[in-house]
Each structure stands twice: as structure tokens, then as C-alpha cells.
């Protein structure tokens, strides 16, 4: 999701799904973005890294041949983007926005991009190891308002809690906002949605997306990279 500070969500009429999902599954309440604008925050997410950049430039100019948690996992990974017009596009398509679609910046995954990063099906499935998901410019908060955004997941998150693997114990869900609106510091808020995690769980540790990137690492025991290395892991947190 993007740009949306925590007050903004916790506790407001606006968002009474997310609300929901807090106080039914885990809550970060210390979590942050890493920076300023959007993209580094998707590569620091996927990557351990933001490289430096400050800016939300197109893969023609921002891409990267740093290993990323897509190249760890091979072949079973896959990026969903709601509107995205082909598969691994690296150019804007409003709606879409390649901005929030970390996978076509990563030279090493070039190849599997072409058939792992595709537009957000009806259907989706989560059999891959890794999936990362991106609403369009008017659900994930952005150009959109928060009542849309939040009406959004009511209708996706359903799909993944009714997948097999989350039925059988072995899917975590994340839901995350790259950044603030430049009104918090940069806290988000950060949702833990997994079988294992105990009914309004919360957490004030200082989790950031390096955090979120080392949980993803950990749970599919992978090495971590960059900065996940020695971000505040979130696995005892939430009991994942």
C-alpha cells in the first residue's frame, strides 16, 4: 500500500476492514519506511538495499544486478500488479506504476520476470515460494482514498486467508505502506496475517521493510541479504 501514515489507519472510520484485521491478527506498531520517495523502499523491501537512489525512475535507469529475494528463490516466485498491461512491463501504464513493482528493476531475474511478473489475476494463487502484491495507483492509497484502498483488501485478503497454503499453516501475509504521508516519521502500519499469530497481537519493536525482507528470508530459511542482516528480525514478535 502506499503512502499512509499509521494514525491515519489505526482507529480511523475510513478503514474499519484493516481495523479489523488489527485487532483480529498482528499489528506492528513501530514500524517504518527506510526513506523517501516510493521505489527505494520497494527495493530496500525485496533487496536489503535502496542503492542510494532518491527517486522513482523507470528500471531504464534504475535497475540493479544486486541479488534480490526474487533471484533466491528461482523459479517459484511470483509478482501480481492490479492493471499492469503485459507482463513485467518497466513502463508506466496509469493505473500501474512500475514504481511499485520491484522485480523488473533486478537485471538478474530479467529472464523469469517475463513469466513471473503478471497483472493481478481474479484468481490469484500462492503456491510460489514468494509472492509479493501491488494494488493500482487508485487501491493501494496513492491517487485513491482510504475507504477505497481498505474496500480493496476487504475483497483480496479473503483470498489469500481461503488459499491452500494458508489453510495448512505454511502462508504469511504482510501488509504494508511504503511510506507515510510525510506527517509521522515515516511510520506505517504494518499487518500480520498468518494462522500462527495470535488474535491482536501487537508489537512496538522497530521493524522497518529490511525487517520485513529478514522475515521473509528467515521463514523460507534463505540467507540474508544487506541490510536484513541486521534489521530487528519480526518472527518472535508474532510468533511466526
Not at 483480496?156 to 489453510?167: D, E, L, M, T, W
Not at 502500519?189 to 495470535?198: E, F, S
Request: proline share 7%; with cysteine.
Amino acid at each position: 500500500m502506499e503512502n499512509t501514515s499509521f494514525r491515519q489507519i489505526i482507529g480511523s472510520r475510513s478503514a474499519p476492514y484493516l481495523n479489523s484485521l488489527a485487532h483480529a491478527c498482528g499489528l506492528a506498531t513501530g514500524y517504518h519506511g527506510v526513506t523517501y520517495p516510493s521505489l527505494p523502499n520497494y527495493l530496500a523491501a525485496t533487496s536489503g538495499s535502496t542503492f542510494g537512489l532518491a527517486n522513482d525512475g523507470l528500471p531504464a535507469t534504475n535497475s540493479t544486478r544486486a541479488a534480490s529475494i526474487f533471484s533466491q528463490t528461482g523459479t517459484s516466485w511470483q509478482s501480481l500488479s492490479e492493471s499492469m498491461p503485459k507482463n513485467c512491463d518497466r513502463a508506466n501504464a496509469y493505473p500501474y506504476m512500475a514504481k511499485h513493482n520491484p522485480a523488473p528493476y533486478y537485471v538478474s531475474v530479467a529472464a523469469q520476470c517475463a513469466r513471473q511478473s503478471v497483472g493481478l489475476p481474479s484468481a490469484p494463487t500462492f503456491a510460489a515460494r514468494y509472492t509479493f502484491v501491488t494494488p493500482n495507483m487508485l487501491h493501494d492509497m496513492h491517487d485513491g482514498s482510504i475507504a477505497q484502498g481498505d474496500a480493496w483488501l476487504k475483497a483480496f485478503v479473503p483470498k489469500v486467508i481461503n488459499s491452500a497454503g494458508y489453510q495448512l499453516g505454511s502462508t504469511i501475509l504482510v501488509i504494508v505502506w511504503d511510506t507515510d504521508n510525510n506527517s509521522e516519521g515515516n511510520r506505517v502500519p504494518a499487518l500480520v496475517v498468518a494462522p500462527q499469530v495470535r488474535p491482536g497481537t501487537t508489537s512496538a519493536g522497530a521493524f522497518n521493510h529490511y525487517s520485513l525482507l529478514r522475515l521473509s528470508e528467515e521463514t523460507l530459511g534463505l540467507p540474508l541479504l544487506g541490510n536484513a542482516r541486521t534489521a530487528v528480525s519480526m518472527r518472535a514478535a508474532f510468533h511466526l
